[in-house]
T-cell receptor, first 112, second 114 residues
Framework: GEDVEQSLFLSVREGDSSVINCTYTDSSSTYLYWYKQEPGAGLQLLTYIFSNMDMKQDQRLTVLLNKKDKHLSLRIADTQTGDSAIYFCAETADNYGQNFVFGPGTRLSVLP | DTAVSQTPKYLVTQMGNDKSIKCEQNLGHDTMYWYKQDSKKFLKIMFSYNNKELIINETVPNRFSPKSPDKAHLNLHINSLELGDSAVYFC?????????????FGPGTRLTVT
């Protein structure tokens, strides 16, 4: 079946860039997503990228997609303490984008 | 206005009880979902409903039953609760507009079974 993998932990210093990586197995993935979960809260969609794109930038966020290697990354520039959260990678391959498969989440800790 | 709301936020109950979690969305979305997030933060889809029709059922125990009285609501009923049911349950919704539809999540319901 489909699988999405992420490293579980990442620590960076405030002001540095964070790069969160994700790999997936389903070659028919059409959309790939990044969600953020702050402590005690639900998931918030940060950004998504269509599979025919290589890069998408949105303010401090840059998403890179290597479809050949099935590798997705999220770069957060100038990381702030408010960025501390769990970041979930997710992909969907079915026609209506409803069967989402989530990665285990990467816990980002931003150190002062 | 809250887009996706869930009640209750916290639920503590004993093994063997039957409980329900309610979910409502005011976004006019066509599809609603239930996810289970375990203690390790792993997120797994349980059900989704599209226009009152169950379209995904990820082999969850039949003690769990989703009920959708209308397009804006998807409630989760759990019978004979077990310790392993302790988790955070998230409701979500999306517009059935084809590819790339975003899911909007509720704040979650933390269920603790003692």
């Amino acid at each position: 079946g489909e699988d999405v993998e992420q490293s579980l932990f990442l620590s960076v210093r405030e002001g540095d860039s964070s790069v969160i990586n994700c790999t997936y197995t389903d070659s028919s993935s059409t959309y790939l997503y990044w969600y953020k979960q702050e402590p005690g809260a639900g998931l918030q969609l940060l950004t998504y990228i269509f599979s025919n794109m290589d890069m998408k930038q949105d303010q401090r966020l840059t998403v890179l997609l290597n479809k050949k290697d099935k590798h997705l990354s999220l770069r957060i520039a100038d990381t702030q303490t408010g960025d501390s959260a769990i970041y979930f990678c997710a992909e969907t391959a079915d026609n209506y984008g409803q069967n989402f498969v989530f990665g285990p989440g990467t816990r980002l800790s931003v150190l002062p | 206005d809250t887009a996706v709301s869930q009640t209750p936020k916290y639920l503590v109950t004993q093994m063997g009880n039957d409980k329900s979690i309610k979910c409502e969305q005011n976004l006019g979305h066509d599809t609603m979902y239930w996810y289970k997030q375990d203690s390790k933060k792993f997120l797994k889809i349980m059900f989704s409903y599209n226009n009152k029709e169950l379209i995904i059922n990820e082999t969850v125990p039949n003690r769990f039953s989703p009920k959708s009285p209308d397009k804006a609501h998807l409630n989760l009923h759990i019978n004979s609760l077990e310790l392993g049911d302790s988790a955070v349950y998230f409701c979500a919704s999306s517009q059935d507009s084809g590819q790339g539809n975003e899911q909007y999540f509720g704040p979650g319901t933390r269920l603790t079974v003692t």
